[in-house]
């Protein structure tokens, strides 16, 4: 499993871990997310009966990837929130939508398993544009959104790039020419 790191450590991040491995099938990726930690110090939104894309789940806790083909300048990124609902937002490039993107049909449901030291997700999503790919092929930033309760926001990732935290820098991808 890939372990992600805060952006600014502090005394709260410390007290969390988040892991995530991600698995490449011919038409889709898997996705394991685990986060440990005193999980009833994170605010959770409530899980809802119908889950479906939601717009902004970054404002609260939530886990997220990035995926772009290497040698192209699009990528893709896709949100989870522990309400179950999920968010996806092509770019042509660096923070630049694309104009109408394709309908994506509804994620198959999402598997998210809580308790008071762990918070668990297993997902699976297509993989970038219908477009077939390996690993090899494939770069990728996992990242994380950690509300605290006491207001406090964690940015986690596996590399952090820039002066601030921004997942969309490619160069804090991994993958293709990256270490993983």
Same mark, same amino acid.
């Given at each position: 499993m890939d372990q992600l790191r805060p952006f600014a450590p502090s005394p709260a991040s410390a007290a969390f871990q988040?892991?995530?491995?991600?698995?490449?099938?011919?038409?889709?990726?898997?996705?394991?997310?685990?986060?440990?930690g005193p999980i009833d110090d994170l605010v959770l939104p409530i899980p809802?009966?119908?889950?479906?894309?939601?717009?902004?789940?970054?404002?609260?806790?939530c886990?997220?990837?990035?995926?772009?083909?290497? /040698?192209?300048?699009?990528?893709?990124?896709?949100n989870f929130g522990p309400s179950g609902n #999920? @968010?996806?937002?092509p770019f042509q490039s660096y923070r630049q939508p694309i104009p109408a993107p394709q309908k994506l049909k509804p994620l198959e449901p999402m598997q998210w398993i809580r308790n008071d030291?762990?918070?668990?997700?297993?997902?699976?999503?297509?993989l970038p544009s219908g477009v077939a790919v390996d690993k090899l092929a494939l770069r990728? /930033?996992?990242t994380a959104v950690l509300h605290l309760k006491t207001g406090e926001k964690?940015? #986690? @990732?596996?590399?952090?790039?820039?002066?601030?935290?921004?997942?969309?820098?490619?160069?804090?991808?991994q993958g293709e020419g990256r270490p993983a």
């Amino acid at each position: 499993m890939d372990q992600l790191r805060p952006f600014a450590p502090s005394p709260a991040s410390a007290a969390f871990q988040v892991l995530c491995d991600v698995d490449v099938r011919a038409e889709a990726l898997d996705l394991r997310y685990r986060v440990q930690g005193p999980i009833d110090d994170l605010v959770l939104p409530i899980p809802v009966a119908n889950p479906g894309f939601r717009d902004e789940l970054w404002t609260t806790t939530c886990l997220e990837i990035f995926l772009q083909v290497s /040698g192209q300048k699009a990528y893709e990124e896709w949100n989870f929130g522990p309400s179950g609902n #999920w @968010a996806h937002y092509p770019f042509q490039s660096y923070r630049q939508p694309i104009p109408a993107p394709q309908k994506l049909k509804p994620l198959e449901p999402m598997q998210w398993i809580r308790n008071d030291h762990q918070l668990l997700l297993q997902v699976s999503i297509p993989l970038p544009s219908g477009v077939a790919v390996d690993k090899l092929a494939l770069r990728y /930033g996992i990242t994380a959104v950690l509300h605290l309760k006491t207001g406090e926001k964690q940015y #986690w @990732a596996l590399d952090h790039a820039g002066e601030k935290p921004d997942f969309h820098l490619a160069a804090s991808f991994q993958g293709e020419g990256r270490p993983a």
